[in-house]
């Protein structure tokens, strides 16, 4: 993880023109079900300040990676990451320029953290607490630029059939089909979204059934 205090942020012409210390995070955000929007914090003892789990990189590791470990290392949640957002730049006092790349990250698994010298706290931040908590403001604005990017969504494409079955179709772009249109077994409906994943249920009313069965 990054050691040493976090500075305030700093023009780039009064950085030192050392090879700046290149480190990486991400902002890892989750919806409740009430909809509130909540970030991922850490709270380091050493410092006694609230911020975004980020650290250093290691010799010859791609920055992504650094921002994953590091993520995983500080708060025990597993991640994958998004959008890049855009890096922030300062100078810590004898030592010299230092360059975090930042990422959005969406949690896949929480395996927990313990309390260590490092980091003794992992918080789910309330992102309107944010310009309350969150130590640095450099940080916030990280947080507001990944506020600002347009939550991902998908075309869910339901296909409903005689016997009242229904087919549900998501992660799928550049529909071939509108809505209302009748459809032929073996007929395309789309092709599958940059991924490549399509999701696909079978399902009796509400309920999900065995698809094995259809294919």
């Not at 030192?16 to 409740?32: C, F, N, W």
């Not at 990250?105 to 395996?111: I, P, S, V």
């Amino acid at each position: 993880s990054a050691g040493g205090a976090h500075p305030s942020y700093q023009d780039a012409e009064k950085m030192s023109h050392r090879k700046p210390i290149r480190a990486a995070g991400a902002v890892v955000l989750r919806t409740r079900t009430d909809g509130t929007r909540e970030v991922l914090v850490v709270h380091r003892p050493r410092y006694r300040d609230i911020t975004l789990p980020k650290g250093k990189q290691h010799r010859n590791e791609p920055l992504p990676l650094t921002a994953v470990r590091e993520v995983a290392e500080e708060t025990g949640c597993r991640i994958r990451l998004g959008v890049p957002l855009q890096p922030v730049e300062y100078s810590i006092r004898k030592v010299g320029p230092k360059v975090v790349s930042w990422w959005i990250g969406e949690a896949l698994e929480e395996q927990g953290h313990s309390p260590d010298d490092e980091v003794d706290e992992v918080l789910w931040l309330p992102v309107d607490r944010a310009d309350d908590l969150l130590t640095y403001p450099s940080e916030l604005q990280v947080l507001e630029e990944a506020l600002s990017v347009p939550l991902p969504t998908t075309t869910i494409v339901v296909v409903r059939h005689d016997d009242g079955l229904m087919t549900v179709y998501a992660g799928v772009d550049k529909l071939s089909v509108a809505k209302g249109d009748t459809v032929k077994r073996g007929q395309s409906i789309g092709a599958a979204r940059n991924s490549g994943v399509v999701h696909f249920e079978v399902r009796q009313g509400f309920d999900s059934v065995d698809p094995e069965d259809y294919l």
